[in-house]
Every structure is written in structure tokens, then in C-alpha cells.
């Protein structure tokens, strides 16, 4: 049974803080990571993927996997209200285009 | 561009009808998938077509559910005999490379 685990939350931080998003997955077979961000009410949004181990930057957010120890997770730096959203990890067992095995999601919201 | 669509955006209809989901892909985009959300659930995985080749259907929860794609294109979903469990938010995503793009997703609630 592939399983992808998240904390659901909530996570709060101030503004302008980093917020620190964790994700463990099942099957060490795992090949490529995601993270979506989802609004209420709303379908996912990709803001991420990372295949490789180690640390992978867009802008303010990095994302970091490390494979030996089945993690995986997202860094948003100075954080803004508008970044308050679910935030969905999401695995794929091989890069061939299985389906997305996705965590129940950890909600984040940013005070301001 | 455009990006994936789906109709309805809502759907509201009584146990035991049939319902149809629709599904456009991104122009190009050979891969589609559907998955659906719901409360305690989270997001899971129903069925994914890939080209020509046959479905990979692993992830229907039971005969009543089915789907297929026409032309490589259009997509869709149709569940028969529908129970109040299959109220949830249905998704319909397309694939570039390995990064699937979701479209806003068909609410059914099944009174």
C-alpha cells in the first residue's frame, strides 16, 4: 500500500516568517514529488516538483527530498497571506505518468 | 493558453440516476486522468488514459463507475446508479511531461 503522510495542520506562522511543510511517503520506490497548493473551493495548483535528491528553488519556495530517509518537503519563505492555503504533497511511484498518490494535505495559515 | 475545463461545475442529483462528468484537456496533452476529493478521503485516484492504450482503471471504486476518451481528446466520466457516497468533487487532470495540471473540478451531491 503506497501511502504519502502529512501533518494536517493547522500551521500558522506570522508574515514574513518561513514556513516549513513536511511530507513522508511509503514506497522507496518513489520517483517524482510534487506539491500543489490548493485555495478553498478551489482545484489544485502546481508549485512544485522535485525529482532529485537535495534542494530545488522558485522564487520563495524550495522544495527538498531526500530519498534515503522517504521525505520530502516545502520551504515558503517570507510568507504572505495570500500563501494561506492547503498544501497537497503528491508521489508518483515511477516517471512514466502513474497516478499521483497524494497526502490529505496540511492547511497553512499566514497572520498578518 | 487554456488550461484544462470540465462541465458541469455543479451537479446536484437524486440517488440511483445516472450522471456524466466532462473533461477537456490541454490542447496536446496525451495523458488524462481523473481523480476525486473528498471529505476524510482526500484526493484519490480513479482511472488514466494514456494515448491508444488501454485504460488503467485501478482506481474505480466499483462497477458503476466508468469512463472513457474520445479522439484522444474529450473525456467522460459516467456513474450509474449514483449512492450518496459519491457525493464528492470530481477532477480532471492532463499531463505535460511528468507535471499533471488539474481543471477546476465537477461538485456532485447526490441527494
Known amino acids: 500500500q503506497k501511502e504519502v503522510e502529512q501533518n494536517s495542520g493547522p500551521l500558522s506562522v506570522p508574515e514574513g516568517a518561513i514556513a516549513s511543510l513536511n511530507c513522508t511517503y511509503s514506497?522507496?520506490?518513489?520517483?517524482?514529488f510534487f506539491w500543489y497548493r490548493q485555495y478553498s473551493g478551489k482545484s489544485p495548483e502546481l508549485i512544485m516538483s522535485?525529482?532529485?535528491?537535495g534542494d530545488k528553488e522558485d522564487g520563495r519556495f524550495t522544495a527538498q527530498l531526500n530519498k534515503a530517509s522517504q521525505y520530502v518537503s516545502l520551504l515558503i519563505r517570507d510568507s504572505q497571506p495570500s500563501d494561506s492555503a492547503t498544501y497537497l504533497c503528491?508521489?508518483?511511484?515511477?516517471?512514466?505518468?502513474?497516478?499521483?498518490?497524494f497526502g490529505k494535505g496540511t492547511t497553512l495559515s499566514v497572520s498578518s | 493558453g487554456a488550461g484544462v475545463s470540465q462541465s458541469p461545475s455543479n451537479k446536484v442529483t437524486e440517488k440511483g440516476k445516472d450522471v456524466e462528468l466532462r473533461c477537456d484537456p490541454i490542447?496536446?496533452?496525451?495523458?488524462l486522468y481523473w481523480y476525486r476529493q473528498s471529505l476524510g478521503q482526500g484526493l484519490e485516484f480513479l482511472i488514466y488514459?494514456?494515448?491508444?492504450?488501454?485504460?488503467?482503471k485501478s482506481g474505480l471504486p466499483s462497477d458503476r463507475f466508468s469512463a472513457e476518451r474520445t479522439g484522444g481528446s474529450v473525456s467522460t466520466l459516467t456513474i450509474q446508479r449514483t449512492q450518496q457516497e459519491d457525493s464528492a468533487v470530481y477532477l480532471c487532470?492532463?499531463?505535460?511531461?511528468?507535471?499533471?495540471?488539474f481543471g477546476p473540478g465537477t461538485r456532485l451531491t447526490v441527494l
Open positions: 487532470a492532463s499531463r505535460q511531461r511528468n507535471e499533471q495540471f
Open positions: 514506497d522507496r520506490g518513489s520517483q517524482s
Open positions: 522535485i525529482y532529485s535528491n
Open positions: 503528491a508521489v508518483t511511484f515511477n516517471q512514466a505518468g502513474t497516478a499521483l498518490i
Open positions: 490542447s496536446g496533452h496525451t495523458a
Open positions: 488514459f494514456q494515448g491508444n492504450s488501454a485504460p488503467d
